[in-house]
């Protein structure tokens, strides 16, 4: 039971730090006008950086994708302190409400995925306190999940 502890956790301390490329691989395909369809396919560095049946935990998949929910759960809601007090904070809290109940609790895979989908194809908005670019907040988030993980 040690062993395979001692597995899991080395392979979410190795996961943590892909976050930044998978933050990369978003970024560029947005940058490349792909669009957030490509979000999922282009992602999961942990099962591609490896050969295949070498990982030795049978829920890495699962595991991963758990990590990348929770910094990307925490990261939102830095970024929304981040932003207070301007019209950004109150957008995207506003944005977490409706979009993030999934990230607490039981849920479906690729919930961190989904949310970043959701943000990048949110158009900017006009508020009383001036406009609101959900593609910098989301910008913004990619840069906290990095400094969570």
Wanted: hydrophobic share 40%; glycine share 10%; with cysteine.
């Amino acid at each position: 039971v040690l062993d395979c502890t001692l597995e899991v956790a080395q392979e979410c301390a190795d996961d943590l730090g892909l976050m930044s490329q998978e933050n990369d691989q978003i970024r560029r395909a947005y940058v490349a006008g792909s669009g957030s369809a490509s979000i999922r396919a282009s992602t999961y560095p942990t099962l591609a950086h490896e050969p295949e049946g070498t990982s030795k935990s049978a829920f890495r998949g699962g595991t991963y994708d758990l990590l990348k929910r929770l910094v990307t759960r925490e990261a939102a809601r830095g970024a929304i302190k981040a932003l207070e007090p301007g019209p950004g904070a109150q957008w995207l809290a506003r944005f977490y409400k409706a979009n993030g109940a999934a990230f607490d609790g039981e849920s479906r895979y690729h919930v961190g995925d989904d949310f970043l989908k959701a943000l990048l194809a949110e158009m900017p908005a006009v508020s009383s306190g001036g406009v609101v670019d959900p593609k910098a907040i989301a910008d913004g988030i990619l840069d906290q999940r990095e400094a969570v993980a």
